[in-house]
Nanobody, 121 residues
Framework: QVQLVESGGGLVQAGGSLRLSCATSGSTFNINTFGWYRQAPGKQRDLVATINSGGSTNYADSVKGRFTISRDNAKGRVYLQMNSLKPEDTAVYYC???????????????WGQGTQVTVSS
């Protein structure tokens, strides 16, 4: 079992910055990838950024160059540094942990409770 708790959201003006934190606990040694997703009211949940066990990162085109995902293994935390924020970034941000194995194929996803990010114009 994996537990994820997000924090760091809030209200900021366009052009500002926020740093989100995801506190992880449980059997995280089996996790292949950690990520951040976001969901605006009435919208589907979209991928923002991921970081895998080897440290490779992936970003949605809409945030590339502005957001940075990182992990502190000693503290058991995953971070999302968000710079140059835009009103379009307003959403609930969720931390995700994913386990994928082959032979046989298996996938497990774990989610935090979410943290609200609001960017005013």
């Amino acid at each position: 079992q994996v537990q994820l708790v997000e924090s760091g959201g809030g209200l900021v003006q366009a052009g500002g910055s926020l740093r989100l934190s995801c506190a992880t606990s449980g059997s995280t040694f089996n996790i292949n990838t950690f990520g951040w997703y976001r969901q605006a009211p009435g919208k589907q949940r979209d991928l923002v950024a991921t970081i895998n066990s080897g440290g490779s990162t992936n970003y949605a085109d809409s945030v590339k160059g502005r957001f940075t995902i990182s992990r502190d293994n000693a503290k058991g935390r995953v971070y999302l540094q968000m710079n140059s924020l835009k009103p379009e970034d307003t959403a609930v941000y969720y931390c995700n942990a994913q386990y994928i194995a082959t032979n046989p194929g298996i996938r497990r996803d774990y989610w935090g409770q979410g943290t609200q990010v609001t960017v005013s114009s």
